[in-house]
């Protein structure tokens, strides 16, 4: 098959959404080390805490919205444009007017958290929707070059620019990136609004990997909090480090190769069991080369769990918009705890809890969360389990099934109209939803059925289904 080259609005899509990560790291983790400069340690970096706690209380409550409506047609209004570009300007803007005339007291500073906070969570809700209706061909690549070069301009801004400086670019990205995504959202495919409830019934049976990846994210956050505290120079340095190995791997795995989740998943696990025992050890070196492994893999992980849940999506045919939302809020509640969890370790004042304890803790949540919460491949039960994995974003849902739908093609001689309509009837879909897909009328679909059923010999779409299933 021909590669497909990139085109004008795949590229739109993809600087689009780059600019929206920067201003993300930019408003998240720049402004975090430099304001508000009168406060502690702790009380400025409860800020954090509030910023990502109330993104995922964002997410729930969007989650919520979408199983009232058993759709995720409110995902496609475009008055979530507002709802993630005005909150979103608050925490740069009380940064600027800080920086400028001295900063208004705390309380209002978290309310700027918050606020953000929740616009991220629908701005990224935004735009991941989106790049699954730009055609790029390797999902796990898009999202590694998307991430890094978000992460480019960010440490970029970071080292060259003052506070003020900072806070001005983070205002210009998002009010750019809102309007590309304005002038994005109408010129693309009409965005679906798929049922719900296929994917709910999934996520309900895969709580197990749930549970796995909020740990994986609490040591990530705690390794961010002491690197905050440690040395800001180092944090930048590791993000830099980071950056470039999460271009790598997504090189790597991006170019549509198979991972299963759950391998992806026990090998961040373990690296991060790792570097937590390596920050045990004495030594200030030991200390930074464990902490900046921490802040990698949540790079990595954040690429590889991005791919893999619009990999999901694609091979149930499920909406990417639910997909995305719902699969990430372990890991930011995961995020959460850990930054909480370092800033209490850290105002605890004690040199053990910090470097000894807490770390050692962490290890043995993680032993016990790999070995009782994340079965191996083969002892999964669960259907479509180890289907989650990082491949090509718009690759056939199923290799075993597509060879059987070939081979009934040719043994029936199958038209090339009939062929379209066995690919939708695999899927489940009704005459109503092909009609609508292949712009006729539901009769003539009705009809094309009829004929594709009496050539293979079944009598309904179950039992089309279930040969298919024997082949």
Not at 23 to 43: D, H, K, Q, V
Not at 85 to 104: D, E, T, W
Not at 143 to 152: D, L, S, T, V
């Amino acid at each position: 098959m021909a590669r497909k080259r990139l085109g004008f609005m795949q590229l739109t899509i993809m600087c689009g959404f780059s600019l929206y990560y920067a201003w993300y790291l930019i408003t998240f983790f720049g402004i975090f080390m430099t304001a508000p400069t009168e406060a502690s340690f702790a009380e400025m970096h409860l800020g954090q805490v509030a910023f990502f706690g109330s993104s995922v209380i964002a997410t729930i409550v969007v989650i919520g919205l979408f199983h009232h409506a058993g759709n995720v047609a409110i995902g496609h209004t475009r008055f979530l444009y507002l709802a993630s570009f005005v909150p979103g300007l608050l925490l740069p803007l009380f940064v600027l007017i800080g920086s400028v005339v001295g900063y208004p007291p705390l309380p209002v500073f978290y309310l700027a958290c918050v606020l953000s906070g929740a616009s991220v969570a629908i701005g990224f809700m935004l735009w991941e929707d989106l790049t699954t209706h730009c055609y790029l061909n390797h999902g796990v690549l898009a999202h590694g070059a998307i991430f890094c070069a978000g992460g480019i301009v960010f440490l970029t801004c970071t080292f060259a620019l003052s506070s003020i400086g900072s806070c001005i670019v983070a205002i210009l990205l998002l009010s750019l990136s809102t309007a590309l995504l304005a002038f994005i959202m109408p010129r693309c495919d009409a965005l679906e609004d798929k049922p719900v409830e296929p994917v709910r019934a999934y996520f309900r049976t895969t709580w197990h990997i749930d549970i796995v990846v909020a740990v994986i994210n609490i040591a990530f956050g705690y390794a961010f909090m002491l690197l905050y505290q440690l040395d800001q120079a180092v944090l930048l340095a590791a993000m830099g480090i980071a950056i470039a190995c999460d271009l790598g791997v997504s090189l790597v795995i991006g170019r549509g190769k198979w991972i299963v989740f759950a391998g992806s998943a026990r090998i961040c696990a373990a690296f991060a069991s790792c570097a937590l025992i390596v920050l045990v050890l004495p030594g200030h070196a030991t200390e930074i080369i464990a902490l900046c492994t921490l802040v990698a893999f949540w790079f990595i992980f954040r690429t590889m769990n991005g791919g893999a849940l619009t990999d999901l999506a694609n091979h149930h045919d499920c909406s990417v918009l639910y997909c995305s939302t719902r699969g990430k809020l372990p890991a930011n509640a995961g995020f959460t705890i850990g930054l909480a969890l370092g800033i209490g370790a850290i105002a605890c004042g004690s040199a053990d809890v910090v470097r000894t304890f807490a770390p050692l803790g962490l290890v043995a949540v993680f032993i016990l969360t790999s070995l009782f919460f994340l079965p191996f491949d083969n002892e999964s039960t669960t259907a479509g389990y180890k289907t989650l994995a990082l491949v090509d974003m718009h690759q056939s849902p199923d290799t075993g099934q597509r060879r059987a739908c070939e081979t009934i093609i040719a043994r029936c001689k199958l038209s090339p109209r009939e062929s379209e309509v066995l690919t939708y009837l695999v899927k489940g879909r009704n005459a109503k939803h092909i009609a609508e897909k292949l712009f006729v009328s539901e009769s003539t679909v009705k009809t094309h059925i009829s004929n594709i059923y009496r050539k293979v010999g079944v009598h309904s779409q179950q039992e089309l289904l279930d040969q298919l299933d024997r082949m």
